[in-house]
């Protein structure tokens, strides 16, 4: 997968995802999801784009979509997407020093989703479902179970030794 | 209908496929278990099952990755259904041990069974650990004994049976009537008679309608419905198609989250494999029933539970609630008439026309029939998914299925039902619970999300935990909701950092009442419920934290106070050292002082005191 850097949107591939979804309105939510797949956030550009080139659609319905669903993300994505789940069940096991602990070691400013180097970005989600696992964070697709703020910094540490950028 | 399928031929052919395998070491791949790595597991026995001919019985041995058994937190599990046993927290270099003991030489490895938190003994089978003893499985009865991902084991364990009598019968409404008569109600919260949605529905046959599966599983703290779709999607596929025959539609959606990946992936090959099948698709089994089903993927909003949310969502457009009426059955998916079902009651239909409406109708009480699942999380031993009769009592599952309070904690309350629900306290331990039952103690069955608090609980962070959540999750259509919610949690906020009022109190019931009575939707309607339930069980917590600044259950870090005790403190000047915000003064011997509008309550010099002379108030 290719990654892109902004305001040089290759329409080519813009085109190929909107036919792959037979040019439908209805299919909006799955284009979108296939895009930031492959910009890992949703560019200004693609969104106009979209908007203009599929029928019974205007940039502002695709803004107004793309601003709705906790998904999507207007801002460029780290390479590593941590989700730290504070449903219920990870909220009262301790969610919250393990959250802390993330934005501790990456240095995360208030408000700050990823950092710096554009490695790593945290997102809250309300559940993943994996609730007798509680506290639960996912690395892109990996699950790690029953987190400590410990648990999660050697997690981190790995993965930034892995980078070199450490 | 003639059928061109004999599906009872087709069950024993399978079944013979199943012998065929010898013997049979089911090893959980559901989300939890696959966290804890399962997959090495499964590996693992793979390698050594290729040893064929070195087992006494059998010539043969299969592993077979399941969908979930419930019982995550034990995860890996393993089970051996021939031997009786049931492994828990196995690893992978486990493995080795357990083929060589057990599988060859039929000799238990007692040291990876569950122990029993009250007896401390080992438990060997399903049948006698607490956890599964008391359940009555249905909807789950083949998460965690068939292979999640194949079709014929599905047919194996009678799958798509019910779909073929049906179709035999060609009856659309004897179908309706056995749902009405079993008494199934929605499993998705409200608890709306199942049977009666499907006449309202029918009541429009003749164009083009559709069925829906909701499987936006937002509840935080219950994971039924990705159980199902992760470990036995066919059933879910099977009460689908059954649906869409009894009130006519042909073209189906599912719903999913996108946080269950895995549930995505598995629904896509079981769709896939049961149009190979002819049990989905043009003309299903021969009949003149066709049925397309396809996937929707969610993309993070809670909201889109609410059925006319989620139709807004499906049609690719945000996913606000509208008003009803019009109501789905007449007007829903693409202006067309829609019959939307959440994943667990769709997966009870398969079993209530194999077994019969008067079989399911037995279960439960009065009012709510059959089984209901529950995810039992939080201060109990046992925690998982749970499936029991409707009228269970919560001592049952909290101190028999949930083996009791974890680490000798004190049984304080549960929340039920989420966001939506209420708690539940220990006057209602021996209620039956049920639809009607919750409703009259202030709670709801929800979703079935179960959450077991000790007296370390504090039952005011708790309710503004869950109002935050709805308050982020409001999609704000509405002006009740939208305002009502936000300002009930900066209320909220303001009694957990010990800044509130008396006038607050009254203030937020005031505004719960409101939000209650005024929002569009059901999120803003049941939004208020953790607050109003809490502030009748629990008001003494609230007053508490207003009037004397204290969080009884010593959570809410506003209310903390970490003091030292002059006459033990020795002037060892450890703990001024250790403060990484310089908030201890004192000279050397003499008793120190902590600064407490410095003080971020960090305990670290709590910790560190060699003398135990700090200590929190």
């Keep these: 997968m290719s990654v892109e850097t902004p305001h040089k949107i290759d329409t080519s591939k813009l085109d190929e995802i909107i036919k792959s979804y037979d040019s439908k309105k209805s299919n909006l939510i799955a284009i979108l999801q296939k895009v930031q797949e492959v910009y890992r956030y949703l560019p200004e550009e693609a969104m106009i784009y979209i908007g203009t080139k599929i029928e019974g659609l205007s940039p502002a319905t695709v803004f107004g979509v793309a601003t709705f669903y906790a998904q999507f993300s207007l801002e460029p994505k780290g390479k590593y997407e941590i989700k730290v789940c504070d449903g219920t069940a990870c909220h009262v096991r301790g969610s919250m020093p393990v959250l802390n602990a993330i934005r501790n070691k990456l240095n995360l400013k208030e408000g700050q989703v990823t950092s710096d180097n554009g490695l790593f970005s945290l997102e809250i989600v309300s559940c993943l479902g994996a609730c007798g696992l509680a506290p639960v964070c996912v690395v892109n697709d990996k699950v790690y179970p029953q987190m400590t703020s410990d648990a999660i910094s050697m997690v981190l540490d790995t993965l930034m030794k892995e980078e070199g950028s450490n | 209908m003639a059928l061109n399928i004999d599906i009872k031929e087709e069950q024993k052919r399978a079944l013979e496929d199943i012998k065929q395998q010898g013997l049979r070491v089911l090893v959980c791949a559901g989300t939890g278990c696959v966290a804890n790595g399962s997959l090495k597991v499964i590996e693992k026995f793979k390698e050594l099952g290729a040893n064929v001919g070195v087992l006494s019985e059998y010539d043969k041995m299969t592993t077979v990755p399941t969908g979930c058994h419930g019982f995550c937190e034990q995860g890996v599990l393993v089970v051996i259904p021939d031997k009786h046993v049931t492994y828990v927290k196995v690893k992978e270099k486990d493995v080795e041990e357990i083929y060589e003991s057990h599988i060859k030489n039929n000799k238990p490895v007692e040291r990876l069974m569950y122990v029993d938190p009250k007896t401390h003994e080992h438990v060997q089978d399903d049948e006698h650990i607490n956890f599964y003893a008391k359940q009555t499985r249905t909807a789950l009865k083949n998460c965690g004994n068939i292979n999640a991902e194949s079709i014929d084991e599905a047919i194996a364990v009678r799958g798509y049976e019910a779909l073929a009598n049906v179709l035999k019968e060609n009856n659309p409404d004897a179908v309706i009537e056995t749902i009405e008569k079993s008494g199934l109600r929605g499993r998705g919260g409200g608890g709306f008679p199942t049977g009666r949605k499907w006449k309202f529905t029918a009541a429009n046959r003749g164009g083009k309608s559709y069925i829906v599966c909701n499987g936006d599983e937002g509840d935080p703290g219950a994971f039924m419905d990705r159980s199902v779709m992760e470990g036995d999607p066919h059933k879910l596929l099977e009460g689908m198609a059954i649906a869409a025959f009894a009130i006519g539609a042909d073209e189906g959606y599912i719903y999913v989250r996108a946080e269950y990946p895995l549930a995505i992936k598995r629904l896509r090959k079981a769709i896939k494999d049961a149009e190979e099948r002819n049990f989905l698709g043009k003309n299903i089994m021969g009949s003149?029933?066709?049925?397309?089903?396809?996937?929707?993927?969610?993309?993070?909003?809670?909201?889109?539970?609410?059925?006319?949310?989620?139709?807004?969502?499906?049609?690719?457009?945000?996913?606000?609630?509208?008003?009803?009426?019009?109501?789905?059955?007449?007007?829903?998916?693409?202006?067309?008439?829609?019959?939307?079902?959440?994943?667990?009651?769709?997966?009870?239909?398969?079993?209530?026309?194999?077994?019969?409406?008067?079989?399911?109708?037995?279960?439960?009480?009065?009012?709510?029939?059959?089984?209901?699942?529950?995810?039992?999380?939080?201060?109990?031993?046992?925690?998982?998914?749970?499936?029991?009769?409707?009228?269970?009592?919560?001592?049952?599952?909290?101190?028999?299925?949930?083996?009791?309070?974890?680490?000798?904690?004190?049984?304080?309350?549960?929340?039920?039902?989420?966001?939506?629900?209420?708690?539940?306290?220990?006057?209602?331990?021996?209620?039956?619970?049920?639809?009607?039952?919750?409703?009259?103690?202030?709670?709801?069955?929800?979703?079935?999300?179960?959450?077991?608090?000790?007296?370390?609980?504090?039952?005011?962070?708790?309710?503004?935990?869950?109002?935050?959540?709805?308050?982020?999750?409001?999609?704000?259509?509405?002006?009740?909701?939208?305002?009502?919610?936000?300002?009930?949690?900066?209320?909220?906020?303001?009694?957990?950092?010990?800044?509130?009022?008396?006038?607050?109190?009254?203030?937020?019931?005031?505004?719960?009442?409101?939000?209650?009575?005024?929002?569009?939707?059901?999120?803003?309607?049941?939004?208020?419920?953790?607050?109003?339930?809490?502030?009748?069980?629990?008001?003494?917590?609230?007053?508490?934290?207003?009037?004397?600044?204290?969080?009884?259950?010593?959570?809410?870090?506003?209310?903390?106070?970490?003091?030292?005790?002059?006459?033990?403190?020795?002037?060892?000047?450890?703990?001024?050292?250790?403060?990484?915000?310089?908030?201890?003064?004192?000279?050397?011997?003499?008793?120190?002082?902590?600064?407490?509008?410095?003080?971020?309550?960090?305990?670290?010099?709590?910790?560190?005191?060699?003398?135990?002379?700090?200590?929190?108030?």
């Design chain 2, 288 to 617: 003149d029933f066709s049925l397309d089903i396809h996937i929707k993927e969610g993309a993070g909003a809670f909201v889109c539970g609410e059925e006319t949310a989620l139709i807004a969502s499906i049609e690719g457009e945000r996913g606000m609630p509208r008003p009803k009426p019009p109501f789905p059955a007449n007007k829903g998916l693409f202006g067309r008439p829609t019959l939307i079902n959440n994943v667990e009651t769709l997966a009870n239909v398969p079993v209530i026309m194999l077994n019969g409406a008067d079989w399911f109708a037995k279960m439960g009480t009065e009012t709510s029939k059959g089984t209901k699942t529950f995810a039992l999380t939080g201060d109990v031993n046992n925690t998982g998914l749970i499936e029991v009769p409707m009228g269970t009592t919560l001592r049952e599952i909290v101190f028999d299925i949930g083996g009791g309070m974890r680490d000798g904690k004190k049984f304080k309350a549960v929340q039920i039902g989420g966001p939506s629900g209420g708690c539940l306290t220990e006057e209602h331990l021996d209620i039956p619970m049920d639809y009607d039952n919750l409703i009259k103690a202030g709670a709801m069955v929800g979703s079935g999300g179960l959450v077991v608090m000790s007296d370390k609980t504090c039952i005011v962070e708790v309710a503004r935990f869950f109002m935050n959540f709805t308050q982020h999750e409001s999609c704000g259509k509405c002006v009740p909701c939208r305002e009502g919610t936000k300002n009930m949690l900066k209320i909220l906020e303001k009694i957990v950092a010990g800044k509130g009022t008396m006038e607050d109190l009254e203030l937020l019931e005031e505004l719960a009442h409101a939000v209650k009575d005024g929002s569009l939707c059901g999120l803003g309607k049941t939004a208020p419920n953790p607050v109003l339930s809490t502030l009748k069980y629990f008001r003494d917590e609230y007053i508490a934290h207003i009037k004397d600044k204290k969080c009884p259950a010593g959570v809410c870090t506003a209310m903390k106070k970490v003091v030292i005790m002059e006459d033990l403190c020795k002037g060892c000047t450890k703990c001024a050292r250790t403060c990484p915000v310089g908030a201890i003064d004192g000279t050397v011997k003499n008793p120190h002082h902590i600064n407490q509008d410095k003080c971020i309550k960090c305990e670290a010099c709590l910790k560190n005191c060699p003398f135990k002379a700090i200590v929190l108030e």
